[in-house]
């Protein structure tokens, strides 16, 4: 899995992008442990954040598999 | 019907003049518009803002808005244009171009992409460059 | 707040591309509208639409318009174009550009404005042109 | 006075303008009287039809002076 970063989210972890490997597929809640334990600082944002699942904006009930690329998308601010 | 769509993310600045994006007979209006970059935010002088995107999935997310925006205001065609990095204070970070048939169509569709804009394009403002003086 | 205003009716094609009527670093929305002639009219195919106004009326109506809708919907700057005698299809009879602080003030002053220009400017299509082949 | 004719009504008039000679100001009514003297075609078009005053659209009490300049405005069609 590739985890991509933007904005403040970017901020905060100082990365754009880091591989996250896992063998079996994670729910959410899965995943946001593992994005937590490596950023603690991102617990803040978290209700803020919503999860990209392949370019996609991923329902709350989504499924992320080891080969999926996740973006962790904070308030946007285009325009 | 079927929507000409025109979208472009690039740092490149954004012309001045953009033709319509249906320029033929059934077209009856062509609304424009231009997101420009003030030189204060938040109160604070600046020079300019930095704009950083997730590209493929911004594109994505403008073509849907816009298929589904269309269902409800039947338009002829729309160019979306957002400039990324750095854009200084006066000019355009943002560029719709919209051509319908008659303007009120227009005008609804153009309301709501940039509400739906604001809330769901993964672009961000990250920064803001020295205000010159 | 002073709303610059730039009115200019004649017969003179309008230019593809104007200018922000306030160009400075206060505006945030620069929206451009464009009432394109189509190549139908009540169902009959033309080349072209004939306008024309009771000039000295229309200059102070479109003058008093911007006035009095400036002190709900407050913008910077209007520029008015509106193209007398013959225009062809496809081409532009009527120009808005409304440059603002935020786009929702010039959004509202646009749809506004079209409406009671559409009431009250005296500008009227008074013929065709026959359709070209 | 002077008698300015626009769009759908100066196609009735034949007449871009014409002048009415009037010794003493005339009501809205009493103007309109003159006018569909000379052009009783207009009777149709007329409750259509706003008076402008010197280039402003003039009030149903408004009266008219012997140099004003009065233009018959049918539904206007710019944009």
């Given at each position: 899995?590739?985890?991509?970063?933007?904005a403040q989210?970017?901020?905060?972890t100082t990365?754009?992008?880091?591989?996250?490997?896992?063998?079996?597929?994670?729910?959410?809640?899965?995943?946001?442990?593992?994005?937590?334990?490596?950023?603690?600082?991102?617990?803040?944002l978290?209700?803020?954040?919503?999860?990209?699942?392949n370019?996609?904006f991923a329902a709350?009930?989504?499924?992320?598999?080891p080969?999926?690329?996740?973006?962790?998308?904070?308030?946007?601010?285009?325009? | 019907?079927?929507?000409?769509?025109?979208?472009?993310?690039?740092?490149?600045?954004?012309?001045?003049?953009?033709?319509?994006?249906?320029?033929?007979p059934?077209?009856?209006?062509?609304?424009?518009?231009?997101?420009?970059?003030?030189?204060?935010?938040?109160?604070?002088?600046?020079g300019?803002?930095?704009?950083?995107?997730?590209?493929?999935?911004?594109?994505?997310?403008?073509?849907?808005?816009?298929?589904?925006?269309g269902?409800?205001?039947?338009?002829?065609?729309?160019?979306?244009?957002?400039?990324?990095?750095?854009?200084?204070v006066?000019?355009?970070?943002?560029?719709?171009?919209?051509a319908?048939?008659?303007r009120?169509?227009?005008?609804?569709?153009?309301?709501?992409?940039?509400?739906?804009?604001?809330?769901d394009?993964?672009?961000?403002?990250?920064?803001?460059?020295?205000?010159?003086?």
């Open positions: 899995m590739t985890l991509l970063y933007f989210v970017r901020r905060i990365l754009t992008s880091e591989p996250l490997v896992t063998e079996s597929p994670l729910s959410t809640d899965e995943l946001w442990q593992q994005i937590l334990r490596r950023h603690p600082d991102l617990a803040l978290r209700p803020a954040i919503r999860l990209a699942r370019g996609e709350p009930e989504a499924v992320f598999q080969d999926d690329e996740v973006a962790l998308i904070p308030p946007v601010s285009g325009g | 019907m079927t929507m000409r769509l025109f979208i472009q993310l690039g740092p490149e600045p954004i012309p001045s003049a953009l033709p319509s994006p249906a320029p033929g059934e077209t009856g209006a062509f609304v424009e518009f231009r997101g420009i970059v003030r030189g204060d935010e938040g109160g604070h002088a600046v300019g803002l930095v704009y950083e995107a997730y590209q493929p999935m911004a594109e994505r997310e403008l073509a849907r808005l816009a298929d589904s925006l269902i409800e205001h039947p338009v002829h065609a729309l160019r979306v244009v957002h400039r990324l990095g750095p854009v200084p006066g000019e355009a970070a943002l560029y719709l171009g919209i319908a048939r008659h009120a169509e227009a005008f609804a569709f153009l309301a709501g992409f940039m509400d739906r804009l604001k809330q394009v993964p672009i961000w403002k990250t920064d803001t460059l020295p205000a010159g003086r």
